[in-house]
């Protein structure tokens, strides 16, 4: 699908995420991408509208380049839902447990085709997810099934701050496996700085680390 967004427009929306959250506006994780726009842009031309997008904590430019309107993921943001996008009309599931939608997208596939859909399902995945037993598992089965699903691995080369490489060495993707590399601006959780978070009256409540 064709998006108009532009990388400046993604980074600017990032950006707004990092001042409500310096501002000690939110109460939730906050989890950013930076860095792999391009590649995002790039993937998302093949992606049509009435494809299933399945992804992870880090969503914000998933759900923008699939259409979810600006307005609104800031305000489901606001609302401390940054790590659980969840929007049915764009047709967007996401999920802060790691790996937690692989098994829903695998079932969304195997619907799709059983139901002799001509939709996809998108599934992304950082690059130590694609390391677990689950993403073995549910690739394999896709492939042996040709089920009408691609993975997606954002590999940024760590799982938090462990070097994924260190941990496991490198694999090669499969043949319903895109996986792309990029060096990511922030930092795996929150936005490099301590935040004061405030009550309704402006008062601290508590301090919340690096």
Same mark, same amino acid.
């Given at each position: 699908?064709?998006? &108009?967004?532009? $990388? #400046?427009?993604?980074?600017?929306?990032?950006?707004?995420?990092?001042?409500?959250? &310096?501002? +000690?506006?939110?109460?939730?994780?906050?989890?950013?991408?930076? +860095?792999?726009? #391009?590649?995002?842009? %790039?993937? =998302?031309?093949?992606?049509?509208?009435?494809?299933?997008? =399945?992804?992870?904590?880090?969503?914000?430019?998933? %759900? /923008? /380049? $699939?259409?979810?309107? $600006?307005?609104?993921? &800031?305000?489901?943001?606001s609302d401390n839902k940054s790590i659980h996008?969840?929007?049915? #009309?764009? &047709?967007?599931?996401?999920?802060?447990?790691?790996?937690?939608?692989?098994?829903?997208?695998?079932?969304?596939?195997?619907?799709?085709?059983?139901?002799?859909?001509?939709?996809?399902?998108?599934?992304?995945?950082?690059?130590?997810?694609?390391?677990? +037993?689950?993403?073995?598992?549910?690739?394999?089965? %896709?492939?042996?099934?040709?089920?009408?699903?691609?993975?997606?691995?954002?590999?940024?080369? /760590?799982?938090?701050?462990?070097?994924?490489? #260190?941990?496991?060495?490198?694999?090669?993707?499969?043949?319903?496996?895109?996986?792309?590399?990029?060096?990511?601006?922030?930092?795996?959780?929150?936005?490099?700085?301590?935040?004061?978070?405030?009550?309704? $009256?402006?008062?601290?409540?508590?301090?919340?680390?690096?």
């Open positions: 699908m064709e998006t &108009k967004l532009t $990388k #400046e427009e993604l980074r600017e929306f990032e950006k707004w995420c990092v001042d409500i959250y &310096k501002a +000690g506006k939110l109460r939730s994780p906050l989890h950013l991408s930076g +860095g792999n726009e #391009e590649h995002l842009q %790039a993937i =998302f031309k093949d992606i049509e509208e009435d494809d299933w997008i =399945f992804t992870t904590y880090r969503s914000h430019y998933h %759900a /923008l /380049l $699939k259409g979810v309107p $600006k307005e609104w993921l &800031k305000q489901w943001v996008v969840m929007n049915k #009309e764009h &047709k967007i599931v996401t999920s802060a447990i790691v790996g937690g939608t692989l098994s829903s997208a695998l079932g969304a596939a195997l619907g799709i085709k059983l139901k002799g859909g001509k939709n996809r399902v998108w599934a992304f995945c950082g690059d130590m997810t694609s390391e677990s +037993g689950t993403f073995h598992e549910v690739t394999k089965y %896709a492939r042996r099934n040709d089920l009408p699903i691609t993975f997606v691995v954002e590999d940024n080369g /760590l799982s938090t701050d462990t070097p994924t490489q #260190e941990t496991w060495g490198l694999k090669d993707s499969g043949p319903n496996i895109i996986k792309y590399n990029y060096k990511r601006i922030y930092p795996h959780y929150g936005v490099g700085v301590f935040v004061d978070f405030k009550d309704d $009256k402006g008062e601290d409540r508590m301090e919340i680390g690096i």
